[in-house]
């Protein structure tokens, strides 16, 4: 693992941007076009604020989610709502969209995302309990999500927290290149509670050999 900290939240999420904008590029460069997952939840929509203004080769990269709740898309805890209003927009408005969740609850998963393995750029973001995507820690699905050859997978999450589609261990693990981005001391505490520990306690751990960490106060 390797761990990059910046001086605040600004710092943080325009050093990012920096970052992925230049690996998205470089991916285009050398294949063609680039997939590009990203996390939901409450963090990273200042980071997609940012990058979405660059001006990157959008039309050739194609986005998704690393997990999804399954809410109605107008929920407030729908992460495909962040996705459309903070990052498909601005200069990032002509990218492509992969939508990890069919179009009717509940539906085969086979397939959807296939043809955009590996990822080329994958950001990931950790809960204080140290799951990652929706991989949760107590969750009855996650050795199965885990090491499941498909690379997507209906999850439960923790108890009080909706159900979930998420990527799974392996399909994580083959990105090109994998980044995780944290805020604040609590998911500082957290990340220094995984090491050591197993996916099976620590989802995190799953990445996190491979990942760099993105983190700032
Ligand atoms: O439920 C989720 O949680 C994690 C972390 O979210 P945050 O609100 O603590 O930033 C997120 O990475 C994941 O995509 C999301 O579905």
Redesign the pocket.
Known sequence: MKLIEYAGAEALMTGLADRLGQELTEAVEAQGRASFAV??????GPMFDAIAQRALPWDQITVM?????RVPQDSERS?TRLLRERLLVGQAASAHYAPIVPEVDGADLTGLIDAHLPLSVLL????EDM????LFPGSPDLPHALAAAAPLMYVEASDG?EP?VTLTGPALQSAQSIHILIKGEGKRAALDRAAGQSPETAPIQTVLPHATVHWAP
Do not use: K, Q, V, Y
């Not at 799951?131 to 929706?134: C, L, Q, V």
């Open positions: 996390p939901g939840g409450s963090t990273p989610l690393t997990d999804e709740r992460n990931l973001g950790m809960g799951h990652t995507a929706s927290l979930r």
